[in-house]
Nanobody, 129 residues
Framework: QVQLVESGGGLVQTGGSLRLSCAGS????????MGWFRQAPGKEREFVAA????????YYADSVQGRFTISRDNAKNTVYLQMNSLKAEDTALYYCAVSTNYPRNDIYRPRLPRDLEYWGRGTQVTVSS
């Protein structure tokens, strides 16, 4: 059974940091792009960041560029999201996901939820002002 399990969420003050982790099991994801999305109450799920299979290519939403860093450890089947300088508007449920399209491709850049096939259940991030 394929699973993605997010962890590391919590309550933090404005300007603080958190590091999210997403561990995969049931299948190796080392050949595929992985990403982070978030969804705030009453809003649609939105793209945050993604990383290619090798880690060479990373890309971010404008709203988090320069504050968030995505990385991965393929030996651990895990992707991370380091979040710094957090703002109240970063409050949301954060999901990790995997796209099995175009394996071992450093150019492919999935940004839409429909581009990714496997999803975790999310971890809550709350930033208090």
């Amino acid at each position: 059974q394929v699973q993605l399990v997010e962890s590391g969420g919590g309550l933090v003050q404005t300007g603080g940091s958190l590091r999210l982790s997403c561990a995969g099991s049931g299948r190796t994801f080392s050949n595929y792009a992985m990403g982070w999305f978030r969804q705030a109450p009453g809003k649609e799920r939105e793209f945050v960041a993604a990383i290619s299979w090798s880690g060479v290519t990373t890309y971010y939403a404008d709203s988090v560029q320069g504050r968030f860093t995505i990385s991965r450890d393929n030996a651990k089947n895990t992707v991370y999201l380091q979040m710094n300088s957090l703002k109240a508007e970063d409050t949301a449920l954060y999901y990790c996901a995997v796209s099995t399209n175009y394996p071992r491709n450093d150019i492919y850049r999935p940004r839409l939820p429909r581009d990714l096939e496997y999803w975790g259940r999310g971890t809550q991030v709350t930033v208090s002002s």
